[in-house]
């Protein structure tokens, strides 16, 4: 079975905002509030790895600027 594409954070975050959007609607039934939220929290967890992510791309950055006195640009995998 192919893995499913992971979102990027954008998209993450525009879903997550659309979520919001509606719970904060009051018009869902329970079953559809938790179902909802659910979907939002594994988006959210989506977001935070991506910003994880660069945040350590970021500190990779200044270390090697830190210790050559220059950036230097390097290919870093960052959505797996």
Do not use: W
Request: glycine share 8%.
């Amino acid at each position: 079975m192919p893995r499913k594409k992971e979102l990027s954070f954008e998209e993450s975050l525009e879903k997550l905002e659309g979520i919001v959007k509606e719970m904060e609607g009051g018009d869902l039934t329970l079953k559809d509030l938790m179902s909802h939220y659910s979907e939002g929290v594994g988006l959210a967890k989506n977001c935070m790895s991506a910003l994880e992510r660069a945040e350590q791309t970021m500190d990779l950055l200044v270390k090697e600027e830190e210790a050559t006195g220059k950036v230097e640009e390097s290919k870093l995998d960052i959505e797996g």
